[in-house]
């Protein structure tokens, strides 16, 4: 088929090919969707679907922009119309066509036009048509895939109905994973176990194929169905007839397709099937259902949506709701309502960018049948954020003729402020960040006229491959950075904002610039980032200055929110994610069992070869500038680190392409030949462990050595890669002639083992060695081969993205050379790039959704909400499911009956010059109550009484004990307290803030 034959831009689409699949992006590229409405759910639908690659997408909208739109369309500016939004959503992606409709669409209009599209998306459409347009897909032949969502206000709900039988491919889009087998008894049932009490994940009723089996080798290629006995064990069926199991095996989950039912809305209002977000209110989808068909009915009856703040409208919308509730037997509270009622003209960004990710990952579930389809109703409020709000003056929300005002009615004015004066530190400016900034311009957080900021930082540049997802970027910013881009890329969404881009990283060696004191101007730290290690560290430092975080993160179709806050929840830092696994050694260097294995033995390669000896040789030459002395230090007997090897490196040091294949034909056999020779020299096939097994057996893998052959395109590719790779570190210039210089002389190289010098370093450096480097190095000043382009190498850093620089091609080679050598089943070139690469999957749609409900959480905190009403979400869009849950509550850590800490607390002690370590003791204890037992700074003990000396210490001061640097008026000390019972462990305090002066205290610098 033409699919299949349909090139993927990697360069732009590698992310979301890892969460997708190529059958599913050769699907989108030949599908087109037909879109209704721009307002924030109609945009935010088309910025995702545009950017995951559809073929075509078709905007339909009658209305006119007013300013009113400003403040919830993020492509809309002061001077336009609707014509701007969609020359903007088609700059997203060059292969996508972007076509726009204004014809009316109401009950009379012929839907024939319809057939075109694979999918219909409905926003600001009325119910009665959305029921008109959707029996009309549903009864076409295949159905057409109709997704209906809005968003009133406060309150939002998605609709899907995918015909009568939608074919899934893959329910969850998770990898299955290989594992390996113990033991499998002959028996009815046959029982297998896993090896290394691995759990197997499966579930009853799932299929399993099993390969490289020993003995029960009937079992190879078959396909059984599973009963779990237990997370390590299954039983599959009668075996007993088979050969006795050996050893060996591996089994893996097999995909099996489902076919999903679903119903016309017609049918669904009145017994809707409803997934639940939010375990603590159960009750509300339904009731969100019943509040929402009563808005339709308010719109039908009214031509209008109630108005902001208007009883006799929340009224009429009680009445409506009441009707209704009797027909779905449920019960709606008045509050509620009214809440809805007053914010159904109003918009809350965040919300719209919330629903937008999950409805536009629907629209690519219905054209590709990947992953599970949302069956068939999604409520999503934020009745949390107006909460405490509900008892304003009406006034506080009633419009202004402003871009704010669709904010303003759910909110409120001094809400509105609150948002504009506030200083917000982002650190991270990829795919998340982009997000976090189109909701805090529509938010209009940070405003210059109210002296509020936003700070962001990212050291990053603009790659190709970041336009997928990381949509304030287009291709004429690749290479600039990307938080000056997207600062500037945000003040045309929102021009009122105060907007601070740094290039900085956040770390401990930029700590003078995000200092204590860069903190204590700041409402709130976000992070947009996409690694643990910095999300630590920002972390430690938000807690230090009583800071609330946002933290969010995705991976694939998986996202998660954390809100962390000031003396009521828990920190980041409080709960330990398991750190990656690593890879042990010896498995890396000699047995390596799958391909995870070979792919990092290759990676390592390229790293030690490419990157550390260059830049070890490097520094050596940096520090020792002549050849000459360093000769003359040698003969003296002097030893110098790693001299051996950087003149072995000069001495051999290659001066042409040739000499460089050469070099890369010699790596091929000592990496893919003599290293399977040398293991099967030291472990024969038959060798046997002393409890009498096989010492190659699974997970072992014997080796087999690989003869060289210019024909074998993967060996060929290999000596190339290396080659040019060698060329690079070596600043030879490199040609396309590679392919000439092999048909010379050098491929009868001498690759005989006694021509060549044992590779291993000898641990105890012998006389002979140094003799040996004394006469290179003397052969090499002699010939005048010292110069100083020869004492420079370049080394090169591991660069994925690019498949011109030949890094990719050494290392998939490589990989692929290897795991033919141990007979493991080789990953293609896309696979072996993820996994060399650590590439994180990533795709628009999930991105835009944890940035919307971060975003949400944000206006709580800005309102000093209540631990009660912040709410950490997790999702996974592919299964689909969303769990939104209550944050974790501080723990406080008793010291006495009446004495206790949370993460959050510091005490503060004031001293003076004369200040002794004895004053400051006694100043805890006359301000806290409690006398500390240690005292420590940083990794230095000021005092602890069992050491030596120490109790001598009590009548320095504490500016001899620290000695700070100057200008330095405080520093951060570690204390901890005699236990209450003789023999216990000593308890833990909190930080406590010494100051070095009183006076200090007004000029803070950290």
């Known amino acids: 088929t033409m699919a299949d034959s349909m090139d993927i831009d990697d360069s732009l689409y590698s992310r979301q090919r890892y969460v997708l699949g190529d059958s599913a992006m050769q699907q989108m590229a030949q599908s087109a969707v037909f879109l209704s409405g721009m307002g924030a759910l109609g945009v935010e639908i088309a910025k995702n679907i545009v950017l995951a690659g559809v073929k075509a997408v078709t905007l339909h909208d009658c209305k006119r922009c007013e300013v009113w739109d400003l403040g919830t369309n993020f492509f809309i500016r002061e001077e336009d119309v609707v014509e701007a939004v969609?020359?903007?959503?088609?700059?997203?992606?060059?292969?996508?066509?972007?076509?726009?409709?204004?014809?009316?669409?109401?009950?009379?209009?012929?839907?024939?036009?319809?057939?075109?599209?694979?999918c219909v998306v409905l926003t600001e459409t009325k119910l009665s048509l959305q029921k008109r347009i959707n029996h009309f897909c549903h009864s076409q032949q295949p159905p057409i895939k109709f997704i209906g969502c809005d968003v009133f206000g406060i309150c939002s709900r998605v609709f899907c109905d995918f015909g009568e039988a939608f074919e899934v491919s893959d329910p969850t889009g998770e990898e299955p994973k290989e594992l390996f087998i113990q033991n499998i008894s002959q028996g009815n049932p046959g029982v297998v176990m896993c090896m290394d009490s691995r759990t197997h994940g499966l579930q009853t009723g799932q299929s399993v194929c099993f390969k490289e089996i020993n003995g029960m080798t009937e079992l190879n290629g078959t396909t059984?169905?599973?009963?779990?006995?237990?997370?390590?064990?299954?039983?599959?069926?009668?075996?007993?007839?088979?050969?006795?199991?050996?050893?060996?095996?591996?089994?893996?989950?097999?995909?099996?397709?489902?076919?999903?039912?679903?119903?016309?809305m017609e049918q669904q209002l009145c017994d809707p099937r409803l997934l639940t977000p939010d375990f603590s209110k159960p009750e509300v989808p339904l009731q969100l259902h019943t509040i929402m068909l009563a808005l339709d009915a308010f719109q039908e009856q009214h031509a209008r949506l109630p108005s902001i703040g208007c009883l006799q409208d929340a009224e009429l919308l009680l009445k409506f709701t009441e009707e209704i509730s009797r027909t779905l037997k449920n019960t709606v509270s008045f509050e509620l309502v009214r809440c809805v009622s007053r914010c159904?003209?109003?918009?809350?960004?965040?919300?719209?960018?919330?629903?937008?990710?999950?409805?536009?990952?629907?629209?690519?579930?219905?054209?590709?049948?990947?992953?599970?389809?949302?069956?068939?109703?999604?409520?999503?409020?934020?009745?949390?954020?107006?909460?405490?709000?509900?008892?304003?003056?009406?006034?506080?929300?009633?419009?202004?003729?402003?871009?704010?005002?669709?904010?303003?009615?759910c909110i409120g004015e001094s809400m509105c402020l609150k948002l504009h004066k506030f200083r917000v530190f982002m650190v991270g400016c990829g795919a998340i960040g982009c997000e976090m900034l189109k909701n805090l311009a529509l938010l209009g957080v940070g405003l210059s006229r109210h002296s509020g900021e936003i700070c962001i930082t990212d050291p990053d540049l603009i790659e190709k491959s970041n336009l997928n997802r990381q949509f304030l970027f287009r291709p004429q910013h690749i290479q600039r950075p990307k938080s000056t881009t997207a600062a500037a890329a945000t003040l045309e969404i929102n021009p009122e904002m105060q907007i601070d881009a740094h290039l900085n990283k956040v770390c401990p060696a930029t700590e003078d610039i995000y200092s204590d004191?860069?903190?204590?101007?700041?409402?709130l730290v976000v992070t947009a980032l996409d690694n643990v290690e910095a999300r630590r560290y920002v972390d430690s430092r938000s807690v230090s200055n009583q800071k609330a975080l946002l933290d969010s993160g995705t991976m694939g179709t998986k996202g998660h929110t954390e809100i962390i806050v000031p003396y009521l929840t828990e920190s980041y830092n409080s709960h330990r994610d398991p750190p990656e696994e690593e890879i042990p050694f010896c498995t890396l260097k000699s047995f390596p069992a799958v391909i995870e294995h070979t792919i990092q033995w290759?990676?390592?390669?390229?790293?030690?070869?490419?990157?550390?000896?260059?830049?070890?040789?490097?520094?050596?030459?940096?520090?020792?500038?002549?050849?000459?002395?360093?000769?003359?230090?040698?003969?003296?007997?002097?030893?110098?680190?790693?001299?051996?090897?950087?003149?072995?490196?000069?001495?051999?040091?290659?001066?042409?392409?040739?000499?460089?294949?050469?070099?890369?034909?010699?790596?091929f056999d000592k990496y893919f030949k003599r290293k399977a020779l040398q293991l099967l020299h030291s472990f024969p096939l038959d060798t046997r462990l002393k409890d009498g097994s096989l010492f190659w057996q699974s997970p072992k893998r014997p080796p087999s050595p690989i003869e060289f052959d210019l024909n074998d395109p993967l060996h060929f590719?290999?000596?190339?890669?290396?080659?040019?790779?060698?060329?690079?570190?070596?600043?030879?210039?490199?040609?396309?002639?590679?392919?000439?210089?092999?048909?010379?002389?050098?491929?009868?190289?001498?690759?005989?083992?006694?021509?060549?010098?044992?590779?291993?370093?000898?641990?105890?450096?012998?006389?002979?060695?140094?003799?040996e480097a004394i006469s290179q190095l003397q052969e090499a000043i002699s010939?005048?081969?010292?110069?100083?382009?020869?004492?420079?190498?370049?080394?090169?850093?591991?660069?994925?993205?690019?498949?011109?620089?030949?890094?990719?091609?050494?290392?998939?080679?490589?990989?692929?050379?290897?795991?033919?050598?141990?007979?493991?089943?080789?990953?293609?070139?896309?696979?072996?790039?993820?996994?060399?690469?650590k590439i994180i999957p990533a795709i628009a749609t999930s991105t835009a959704a944890v940035a919307g409900l971060v975003s949400m959480e944000l206006i709580k905190v800005a309102g000093g909400y209540g631990f009660e009403l912040f709410k950490n979400c997790f999702f996974n869009l592919a299964i689909p499911v969303m769990v939104l849950t209550e944050t974790a509550q501080v723990k406080r850590t008793q010291i006495r009956d009446?004495?206790?800490?949370?993460?959050?607390?510091?005490?503060?002690?004031?001293?003076?010059?004369?200040?002794?370590?004895?004053?400051?003791?006694?100043?805890?204890?006359?301000?806290?109550?409690?006398?500390?037992?240690?005292?420590?700074?940083?990794?230095?003990?000021?005092?602890?009484?069992?050491?030596?000396?120490h109790n001598k210490r009590l009548k320095l001061t504490m500016h001899k004990l620290i000695k700070p640097s100057a200008g330095r008026k405080y520093v951060d000390l570690t204390v901890s307290f005699a236990p209450e019972v003789d023999g216990d462990e000593d308890l833990p305090g909190p930080p406590v803030r010494y100051y070095f002066s009183r006076e200090s205290k007004s000029g803070e610098k950290a």
């Not at 237990?230 to 397709?257: C, E, N």
């Not at 004191?517 to 409402?523: E, I, P, R, V, Y």
Request: net charge negative; proline share 5%.
């Open 224 to 264: 059984h169905q599973v009963t779990v006995l237990s997370p390590y064990s299954f039983a599959i069926g009668d075996t007993s007839s088979f050969q006795a199991f050996a050893h060996g095996g591996i089994f893996r989950l097999v995909k099996t397709p489902k076919t999903f039912n679903f119903e016309m």
């Open 517 to 523: 004191a860069f903190f204590s101007h700041l409402n």
């Open 898 to 949: 009446d004495i206790s800490f949370s993460i959050w607390d510091r005490w503060t002690i004031f001293g003076h010059e004369d200040f002794t370590l004895s004053d400051f003791m006694s100043a805890v204890k006359e301000e806290y109550g409690i006398e500390p037992t240690m005292v420590v700074h940083g990794v230095k003990m000021l005092y602890v009484p069992v050491m030596p000396g």
């Open 344 to 409: 159904a003209r109003g918009c809350l960004p965040p919300l719209a960018a919330a629903v937008g990710g999950i409805a536009s990952q629907e629209v690519l579930k219905a054209l590709t049948g990947k992953f599970s389809p949302l069956q068939q109703w999604f409520y999503l409020d934020a009745i949390e954020v107006v909460q405490p709000l509900q008892y304003l003056p009406a006034e506080e929300f009633a419009p202004r003729g402003d871009r704010y005002d669709a904010l303003r009615a």
């Open 783 to 837: 010939s005048n081969s010292v110069t100083p382009g020869r004492l420079r190498m370049t080394p090169l850093f591991f660069e994925k993205d690019d498949d011109t620089n030949g890094h990719m091609d050494f290392v998939a080679s490589a990989s692929a050379l290897r795991a033919q050598m141990y007979a493991i089943e080789a990953a293609d070139r896309l696979q072996t790039k993820r996994i060399a690469g």
């Open 602 to 667: 290759a990676r390592d390669k390229f790293e030690s070869a490419f990157s550390h000896k260059p830049s070890m040789y490097n520094m050596f030459w940096q520090s020792h500038s002549s050849a000459q002395d360093v000769l003359q230090r040698m003969m003296a007997g002097e030893s110098m680190e790693g001299s051996f090897q950087v003149i072995k490196l000069l001495s051999r040091r290659p001066t042409h392409l040739d000499h460089c294949l050469a070099l890369a034909r010699l790596k």
């Open 86 to 118: 969609h020359s903007r959503v088609a700059e997203l992606n060059p292969y996508v066509q972007v076509s726009v409709s204004t014809d009316v669409l109401d009950d009379s209009t012929d839907l024939s036009f319809l057939k075109r599209y694979q």
């Open 717 to 771: 590719s290999f000596v190339v890669s290396a080659a040019r790779l060698f060329a690079d570190i070596y600043n030879i210039p490199y040609s396309e002639e590679v392919k000439r210089i092999f048909n010379t002389s050098i491929w009868h190289i001498e690759t005989d083992e006694t021509v060549k010098k044992p590779d291993q370093l000898k641990m105890t450096v012998s006389s002979e060695e140094e003799r």
